[in-house]
């Protein structure tokens, strides 16, 4: 299933020069972005209206340290990244936990119910994935970041991005035939 590209990041709000400081606006502007970037990492809304809020919190409080406006939506989108990441390694630290209202916002639940079945094995597969494989695949196909880009939020260089983008896709695509990986063989 083709996920649909994302609209490029907004100008500037009030004309504000590139160099310029970032306003409540701008910020704001990219919320249903990082929204729906952080449903995707979180797995559920409530989670991901937590992330967004802290991600915009932070944003607010170090909106200084932005340099170029123009990159306003790949700042934010490391912000959310970097946070969701550091929740992550706080749960693993503290144990699992499954709260009841998670499942209320369950996604696959969201979709028509001709379409739950394909929604939830996406969902399944797509959890089963490692959090970087996931991380790589919604910043590229979902978010529509270029490998560059998307190298810059997750802070790695873009031959990483796109080698686990390649085992990414093979790994989902395994995970949704339901088959078992093809190991590749080189030729030399």
């Known amino acids: 299933m083709p996920l649909p590209k994302p609209p490029p990041d907004p100008p500037p709000a ?11 606006r ?17 797995g559920n809304l ?12 932070k944003a607010l409080a170090n909106r200084h340290t932005l340099r170029d406006v123009t990159r306003l939506g790949g700042w934010l989108l490391s912000i959310l990244h970097n946070l969701h990441v550091s929740g992550l390694r706080w749960r693993r630290r503290r144990g699992p936990e499954v709260p009841v209202e998670d499942l209320a916002n369950d996604l696959a639940l969201s979709a028509a119910p001709a379409d739950r079945a394909e929604v939830r094995d996406f969902v399944r597969a797509f959890n ?10 919604l910043l590229t196909g979902l978010e ?3 490998y560059r880009e998307a190298a810059e939020v997750l802070g790695v260089p873009v031959g990483t991005v796109m080698s686990r983008l390649a085992r990414a896709r093979e790994r989902l695509r395994v995970l949704l035939d339901g088959g078992t990986e093809q190991a590749v063989r080189r030729i030399k």
Request: hydrophobic fraction near 45%.
């Open 14 to 24: 009030n004309g504000a020069p590139a160099n310029g400081p970032v306003d409540e």
């Open 26 to 42: 701008a910020i704001a502007a990219q919320v249903p972005r990082l929204r729906r970037y952080a449903a995707a990492l979180a």
């Open 46 to 57: 409530s989670d991901a209206d937590d992330l967004v809020q802290d991600c915009i919190e």
């Open 128 to 137: 089963q994935l490692s959090e970087e494989h996931r991380a790589v695949l």
């Open 144 to 146: 529509g970041l270029s």
